[in-house]
Nanobody, 115 residues
Framework: QVQLVESGGGLVQPGGSLRLSCAVS????????MAWYRQAPGKERELVVS???????NYVDSVKGRFTISRDTAKKTMYLQMDSLKPEDSAVYYC?????????WGQGTQVTVSS
């Protein structure tokens, strides 16, 4: 059984930074495709950034230059460094791993950007 546990969310002022982590356990390759999604109240879940088996990355335009995805395959952990945060970045952030439909989701971590 594969489990994902996110951490690192919280309340931050505009312009601040947060680093999210997603720890993966269970029988899945540490090189599997991974991604961060987010969902704000009243909005659909959107893909923020993905990383492929070959470590190619794809960011949604709204976070380019501000967010950075990375992973530590030895620890089976993925990270999302979020800088220059804006109020519109506020959402529940979810990590995802694997190949749909055989992919897995974390429980989500709340990020709130507010003064």
């Amino acid at each position: 059984q594969v489990q994902l546990v996110e951490s690192g969310g919280g309340l931050v002022q505009p312009g601040g930074s947060l680093r999210l982590s997603c720890a993966v356990s269970g029988s899945i390759s540490p090189f599997a495709p991974m991604a961060w999604y987010r969902q704000a109240p009243g909005k659909e879940r959107e893909l923020v950034v993905s990383i492929t088996i070959g470590d190619s990355t794809n960011y949604v335009d709204s976070v380019k230059g501000r967010f950075t995805i990375s992973r530590d395959t030895a620890k089976k952990t993925m990270y999302l460094q979020m800088d220059s945060l804006k109020p519109e970045d506020s959402a529940v952030y979810y990590c995802n791993v694997g190949f749909p439909p055989h992919d897995y989701w974390g429980q989500g971590t709340q990020v709130t950007v507010s003064s």
